[in-house]
């Protein structure tokens, strides 16, 4: 089924920036496979992608994204509780997180922004590393390697070049995994993405461009990013796209399902907008009522990611009290075990602070790392060396 | 006068250019409805318009290569750069165009674009939110660079900035935002001392200790706690970094014989090298020791529980006065 609901509508018209893409082309329809009351409707073209989910794998869907929105409310707690300095939450996008992520294979490799970390819970990141880097422990969470994912990017837009040299690799190798990348909305104006999809259109590599369109950018709202809907854009650089409906974790599984294999038969890029919304704040610095409306969010949360999946399993008959026991125990376990691995992560020890600078040793950081530590061992109380109003 | 935060203060200097000059164009991120991350625009938009105050786009080399086109149509757009580490987008406008137009037009084309640049650490935040990139400008011919320490010089430099002709980066210490300070909001820019002079701060006899931006409450606090010991500090306030007020500065080193510079970048061909030298040429027999620099280490601006290390604290150029006296520190029996 096609439909529109989820589209940027009711948008004022007005000045430049303010009439929002309601232009032509593809984009005027949005894939949709479970409808926010819960049913499941037919697709002539994408219910084939998700043929296989069955019913069991359907209840491992849902207990993700009630996982993920888990880790979420928990690390928010945390920040709220000054165990972590800052937190981007997801609430409100776990579909297009768990829909594209447990679409991939193990050697596809991720080069996400900051907000997936429902895709790294995916990719089998230990949980206390998915908070580390907002614990300020390290500049990075964990070894992209050990989960082909590279660590969260917070130079708005940068993963989506590195993604499509990374497919560009892929290519040279002769092999069949695929790069995707996650981006906003707000990503799309900086030129690394646009010169991304160049670069992938015209090498024909096998990378994905995931698309958060969760409306807003900030304070901005995606009509001042994009006066034609985000997805309509990808066919300038000659690049398929697909507008799906990013609260609906089927949806989301069938398009990236159809991108990845696009990208694994040498069909190169394809472009995935799914159109969901931040429910949340940006960060947890950030105060949303400064810029935007309430009734938009009643309208969002109506159209709730889990809410519908809930709703499909009941309507299935497969919403039983040892099964919502089940994903309840999990949640409740994931959370404990995030929180006392992020409270009992070790602090650094002040001279790491010197470490990985170089693969090899470089005399003018050796010659500072001796200083500190004589400037370090010069104090009786070293916790007073590093305190702005100072020990003397 | 009136008490009012630095962000206060720079707020009300953005509001005086704003009704002093039509041409003058706020660009940036996040600076209309939200009044910008750290609320330095708050309430501009509704005041001045959506063609006055603009939220752009989220794209820093657009915003830049933007406003280098309305500079050319005769603007003065005063560009926010949302924190330090996100003006390396815009870096090739800054330096290829907004910093060589006047030269390479002969003069014929002006470039009167102000760059605010929230800079430094200290907030506790993630990666690129924290640095102190002011050297790679103060090294590209062209550009003007000055930085804040208090809220009186925020408010009157930032419209001096405005009004220069010349593209202006301005450095703003975040993490002094919240600080409060005294402002006289009646202070005509254009007679008050000029964005490209050093200040004397604390008067002193025996080092000269030389900061700018976030560095100059930590350099005057640690000026205190060196008179405890009997140790006389005088304290300068660069401002302006490119270019910097030499004879401010050599005059002092001529009184006190010793130079000590602190700054939160790293060390290696940052502002101190360019100080040090500088007053090493001009005041060589006035020395009575070998400058000092009290800086950011060599790394990447660390993750947040290490940051305290990285940034020079009181106790770090106490111990580098304590060097440039002779006095035991923590490098005793090294040799330089
Ligand atoms: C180059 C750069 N400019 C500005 C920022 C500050 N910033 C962080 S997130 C953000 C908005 C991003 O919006 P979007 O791409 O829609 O992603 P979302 O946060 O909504 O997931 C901005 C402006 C940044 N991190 N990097
Ligand atoms: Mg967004």
Known sequence: MFTDELGQGGIPAGGPGDSAGHHGGAGESLVQLITPGGERVSHPQYDAWVQDVSDEQLGFLYEDLVVIRRIDTEATALQRQGELGLWPPLLGQEAAQIGSARSLRDDDFVFSSYRENGVAYCRGVDLADIVKVWRGNASAGWDPYTVNMATPQI??????????????????????????????DGATSEGDVNEAMV?????????????????????????LQSHIRIADRAAGFGIPSIRVDGNDVLAVMAATREALERARHGGGPTFIEAVTYRMGPHTTADDPTRYRDANELEDWAAKDPIARVKGLLERKGLLTGQFEARVAAKAD???????????????????????????????????????????????????????????? | MTQMTFARAINSGLRKSLENDPKVILMGEDIGTLGGVFRVTDGLQKD????????????????????VGLAYRGYRPVVEIQFDGFVYPAFDQIVSQVAKIHYRTQGAVKMPITVRIPFGGGIGSPEHHSESPEAYFTHTSGLRVVSVSNPQDAHTMIQQAIASDDPVLFFEPKRRYHDKGEVDESIDPATALSMEKARVVAEGKDVTLVAYGPLVKTAKDAAVAAADEGVSVEVIDLRSLAPVDFATLEASVRKTGRLVITHEAGQSGGLGAEVATSITERCFYHLEAAPVRVTGFDVPYPYS????????????????????????????????
């Open chain 1, 199 to 223: 670069f992938a259109a015209s090498f024909q590599s096998p990378v994905v461009f995931f698309c958060s369109n969760n409306h807003w950018a900030i304070s901005e709202p995606v009509r």
């Open chain 2, 48 to 67: 001045f318009g959506k063609h006055r105050v603009v939220d752009t786009p989220l794209a820093e080399s657009a915003i830049m290569g933007t406003a």
């Open chain 1, 333 to 392: 376990a994931v959370a404990r075990e995030l929180r006392a691995g992020c409270i009992t992560m070790p602090d650094p020890e002040p001279l790491d602070i010197f470490k990985h600078v170089y693969s090899t040793p470089n005399s003018w950081l050796d010659r500072q790392e001796d200083h500190y530590s004589r400037y370090l061992a010069s104090f009786g109380d070293p916790a007073g060396a590093h305190s702005e109003e100072g020990a003397r």
């Open chain 2, 305 to 336: 529980k290490l940051e305290s290390h990285h940034l020079p604290s009181l106790d770090r150029i106490l111990d580098g006065v304590d060097r440039a006296l002779g006095r035991p520190n923590s490098l005793s029996g090294l040799e330089g």
């Open chain 1, 155 to 184: 130079i708005i837009g940068a993963q989506t070049l590195h993604a499509t040299g990374y497919a560009m690799g892929i290519q040279n190798d002769g092999a069949d995994s695929v790069a995707i990348t996650y981006f906003g």
